[in-house]
């Protein structure tokens, strides 16, 4: 078993920043994957962002040049620092750690989720 303990997140005027961290502990592999997902009111939850322990990242379109993902291997942590923030950024912010296994299997673990609001 993974946990996933997030911190930051917040009220935030539009244009302004935010940090977003997450620790994991527990059953780390590794190699795995983790980032940012979000889910705003009546939508479906969408990938933010996600780095893999090599450090490779992938960023949701929406996103790109005002987001930026980091890690730390050592210390288990992910963050998400929000720059430029806009009203349509607001969200409950999920923390995703993935473990690989062979194959195309992967296991899924999920924080209990941070609300980020953003006020026009």
Do not use: H
Not at 12 to 38: D, E, H, K, P
Not at 78 to 97: F, G, H, I, R
């Amino acid at each position: 078993q993974v946990q996933l303990v997030e911190s930051g997140g917040g009220l935030v005027q539009a244009g302004g920043s935010l940090r977003l961290s997450c620790a994991a502990s527990g059953s780390i592999f590794s190699i795995n994957t983790m980032g940012w997902y979000r889910q705003a009111p009546g939508k479906q939850r969408e990938l933010v962002a996600v780095i893999t322990s090599g450090g490779s990242t992938n960023y949701a379109d929406s996103v790109k040049g005002r987001f930026t993902i980091s890690r730390d291997n050592a210390k288990n942590t992910v963050s998400l620092q929000m720059n430029s923030l806009k009203p349509e950024d607001t969200a409950v912010y999920y923390c995703n750690y993935r473990r690989q296994y062979s194959g195309s299997a992967y296991c899924d673990y999920w924080g209990q989720g941070t609300q980020v609001t953003v006020s026009s």
